[in-house]
Structures are given as C-alpha cells and as structure tokens.
C-alpha cells in the first residue's frame, strides 16, 4: 500500500491518511478545521473542506485531539507557488443546536463560498484573504497600511448594513427571495492596484472620479481601501450587487437592458447611513449629499443641464456608459460634470418616489417588478405613473422639481 500524503490549505501541516477510507471527516490537528479525506484518484489530491473552524481548546485537550487525529490527515503537495502570508479569517463556530436545516447549510455554505474562493484564486493566485459574511465573501488585498482582519470585520458591517436596508425597503415589501451565498466583493489595498487591475484586463485606467464599480459580467464588487474614498461607495455598489442578484433569479438579464435612472437611483439612495453605537445604520434622509449639484442645474439659465424625465427614464446603462466614455476621450471635464448631474437627478427620483408620499412608492415598488423581470422602460413606467397616479410624465416631472426645490 502506497503512503499517502497531503498537506492542510490552512495551515500546511502534512499528514498521513494511508488506508483510511475516503469521505471520512476528520479534524486538522494544527488548524481544527474538519476535513474531508479525498478519494486516492483525486486529481490532485486535495480536501473538500466542510466548514472552517477556529475552536479555542484548552491546552491538554488540544493535545490528545492533535495525537488522536494527526496520523489520519493527508494533505496536498506544496504548490510551487508561494502562498500569501497571514491566515484566512474564517467564521466563529456556530451555537445554536443543530438541526438538519443547519446540517444542511454547514455542509453547503462552504463549498459554495470555496467555489467563488477558486474563481478569485484562479485570476489572482493567492492574491488575497478572505471573510465570509453571509451572503457575502470579501476578498481583501493585504497591505502593510492596514491589519487585515480588523478592516474586513468593518466591509462585512458595511455590506450586512446595505443587505438589511435592502430587504426592508424592498425585500420584505416585494416578498422578495433571501440573499443566497456568495456574493464577491474585490477590495485592492491602494488606488494603484485598482488601476493596475483594469489595466491588465481593459487596457484602460478607470476615471479618477469612479472609486468602485460592480462588474456584472462577473457578479462583483471592485472596490479599494483608501481613507479617502467614502463609505458610500460601498454601499452603492453592493446596492447594485443585490439588484443584479435578484434580475438574476429571474434569468432575465437577456431580455431588455436595464434603465440608467433605476440602476443608479438605487444604487445612491442607498449611500445615506449614520453610524450609532459604532454600527451602521441606512438613514435616506441623510444621503443628501448630491442634491447641490441638483439645485445647482436647476437654477441655470434654461435648466441647461437638468434632464427632462422623458429623457432620463428612457436612457438604459449600456446608453449612458457608451455616452459617458465617449465623453472621457473628448471633453472629461464637462463629461463628468453631466454625469454628476445624471447621478444627482437619479438618485433624487428614487428618493422622491419612495419618501414622498401617497402613490408614489406603489410606482417604484411596481417597477422594481418590472425592472428584475425584465419588462422596464419608459413605456412600462408611464403606464404606471397613470394607473397610480393618473398624470402624464410631464405632469410628474412638475411635482419632481418642486419636491428637489423643498429638500434642505
């Protein structure tokens, strides 16, 4: 019988699992995490991890684990490759008792989280650590600027905030499916790693004024730490995120491109938030902090940039983008200046809808339907503005001024 040998993706302790059968679970005697041993025809031999641990054990009962376990592990070949310092910030152990249900989502969470693991793994060998938030799996590019598990803890509070605004403003309301692992969120360590990434995969910078985007060919966020890039941008991301998530549910992305004003309406309503007792809670009455560039476009000769409504519900994101890169190449300046506006007006069209009272929130509610079903634009919405709030665009768009010409 031939030694088999492996070596724990934790902590890289080698064990020897000659002649026990594959599939038996067993715990590593340096890291604790439980593990699966693989067939011996495995390809290359490697563990199916089921869920990782960290157990704090008293010293003698440490001890015996370690000398009852430590013969069985097989572990696999080092990678030629060298492994990034630091440890994966894995989950505390659950404390409630479990049930089959738990069973259940024990066995599957990990392996659905280690497959979006592989994905980033695959792209950026080794790249980055990791923190699982369900539905959430943030992969953080270590600095020295920073301690790693501190920062993580607080995207995981930022995400888990956007996740519970989201669900009362719209899941609960709509009846709207829970959020299902995982979603990815790429944070680079520094501006330039940010710059580098879409330098290597567009052969383009992105503009200084974008510090995030959510890929949606990739279904994730791309952030980087810096001070200086606010908390909103998060926020807005990952509104962007559980949006996607749920048009994907549907399988209607083929259908009819998204509305630029839906998109990103949503996205910046959801960037107010206050923070109490060191937590963070969504407030839209504090997301405020576009309405001047609003007011400014409203009190212009003209109303020059301000977009009409007939306008702005009928342009879709491939439009907008398409419009704004162009612009990115002839006139950046007044390119980004424009899209402060649409930004601006979108947002305020979103908050108008939900906070102003009477009808208008079963519009946007309505059309959020329409929206992740694939059935928006502008004919759709105007259908709705007259079966709830019997007036034509031009009619709402009146009501629209005067209630961005009354926030403070």
């Not at 943030?138 to 501190?150: G, K, T, V």
Request: net charge positive; proline share 7%; charged share 25%.
């Amino acid at each position: 019988m031939s030694l088999r040998l492996v070596r724990c993706p934790f902590c890289g302790k080698r064990f020897n699992v000659t002649g026990i059968a594959a599939g038996s679970r067993l715990r590593c005697a340096g890291c604790t995490a439980v593990l699966t041993v693989p067939a011996s025809n495995a390809r290359p031999p490697s563990f199916k991890l089921t869920r990782p641990l960290v157990l704090q054990i008293a010293g003698g009962i440490a001890a015996g684990l370690v000398a009852a376990v430590a013969i069985f592990l097989l572990l696999r070949p080092s990678p030629s490759r060298a492994v990034a310092s630091g440890p994966e910030v894995a989950r505390l152990p659950a404390t409630s008792p479990e049930t089959p249900e738990t069973q259940r989502d024990r066995d599957f969470v990990p392996n659905v989280f280690d497959q979006a693991k592989t994905t980033i793994n695959a792209e950026f060998p080794n790249r980055f650590f990791w923190r699982e938030a369900n539905p959430y799996l943030i992969a953080l590019e270590p600095s020295e600027r920073f301690h790693a598990p501190s920062l993580m803890e607080d995207y995981a509070q930022r995400l888990q905030a956007v996740l519970a605004a989201f669900r009362r403003e719209f899941g609960e309301p709509l009846q709207l499916p829970e959020v299902e692992p995982a979603l990815p969120v790429l944070v680079f360590n520094s501006r330039e790693s940010f710059d580098r990434y879409f330098l290597e995969r567009d052969k383009r910078r992105m503009a200084d004024s974008i510090k995030g985007i959510y890929e949606y060919d990739r279904r994730r966020v791309v952030v980087y730490h810096d001070p200086n890039v606010p908390t909103e941008v998060l926020l807005h991301e990952g509104a962007h995120q559980l949006v996607d998530y749920h048009k994907r549910l549907r399988e209607v992305l083929a259908k009819r491109p998204s509305c630029y004003w839906f998109q990103e309406g949503v996205g910046t309503y959801f960037e107010g938030f206050r923070r109490i007792g060191g937590e963070l809670q969504f407030d839209p009455a504090l997301s405020h902090g576009r309405l001047p560039t609003l007011k400014q476009a409203l009190v212009q000769p003209g109303r020059k940039d301000f977009i009409p409504l007939n306008v702005l519900v009928g342009m879709t994101v491939d439009e907008f983008w398409d419009w704004f890169q162009k612009g990115q190449f002839s006139d950046p300046d007044d390119t980004t200046r424009k899209a402060q506006v649409y930004y601006a007006e979108s947002w305020a069209f979103i908050h108008f809808l939900r906070q102003s009272g009477g009808n208008h929130r079963k519009v946007i509610d309505a059309y959020f339907r329409l929206e992740t079903t694939g059935l928006g634009g502008k004919p759709a919405f105007e259908d709705l503005v007259r079966e709830h709030l019997q007036m034509e665009l031009s009619q709402l768009e009146d009501k629209f001024v005067a209630y961005i010409q009354g926030l403070r």
